[in-house]
């Protein structure tokens, strides 16, 4: 629906958002701004994302909230990094900007949602704090363009397209059935697949739907991360489909449903036709698994650099100014 109003000449804006819980990004983390960077690329159109430091206070048993606001700001700095035009794009912490218009529409939304709904979509429990139950709400208001008046004052009904990883699919279809029970359009939602975890001991059950862990370092790649511990992590934990030995790997090949190798290059090697040669190499047993994590070491070694050059430029001030309320007059320029 998006796609065939934008070609009928309507406008649209994009939210995404991250919830600031460590000090800075892994890849999986990654993926949605740099799909979001392509979007905002083609389309041309403003762009705010929700830096959620409150729920991460409320889910968080060890961080406080000036903690909380701290790694909103480092994680800005990684999202700026991704190459967003601050002429088209507003960050905004919860914990900074929530009120007038924006509590407003949380409001409206929390009325429309009951217990039930949150115990059912979010799992929310009775011995939960209410810090738990109030946090919802607020996932919506990014969604309706009343939120930012000194982005879209006089377009309440300007169109969204809500970009997020798959685990959010609760909060946007919530957001979604809400939407015009408060007289709103409905967003537009597009999802990513989750990213695998390098390490997966019951690929059968887990495999591409295990979700990359912040609690556990071995099954991440940490945007901080150096060469040198992108090559271990590889070596080490990526779960191979290979086959036990070199002489069994040639003649049944791998079993590319379980490789993740395979994985995290279908989602970073840009050159299609490489990746198709690799794969057919790697699935007929001509290529071996170590010839695999190595290609993979080259590509991700060579992303987080580039990423790690372009935090390095983001200053104080640049943080400022992307989250700084204020009109963006250019934004469909």
Known sequence: MILDLYEAGEKFYMYTGRGPSSESLHLGHL????FTKYLQDVFKVPLVIQLSDDEKFSWKKNLTIAECERLARENAKDIIACGFDVERTF???NLNYVGREFYKNTLEVAKHVTYNNLRA???ITLEDHIGKV????VQAPPAFASSFP???RGNDQLRCLIICAVDQDTYSRTIRDVAPKIGFQKPSL???RFFPALQVFFPALQGENTKMSASDPKSEIYVTDSSEQIKAKVNKYAFSGGQDSVELHRKLGANLDVDVPIKYLEFFLEDDDELDHIKKEYKEGRMLTGEVKRR?????SELVARHQRARAQVTEEMVDAFMAVRPLPNMFG
């Open 31 to 34: 993926i949605p701004f740099m």
């Open 91 to 93: 960050i905004f912490s």
């Open 134 to 137: 109030s946090y919802p709400p």
């Open 121 to 123: 979509t979010y799992g």
């Open 190 to 192: 597009i999802e990513s």
């Open 150 to 152: 000194q982005l879209f």
């Open 296 to 300: 993979l070491i080259e590509v991700l």
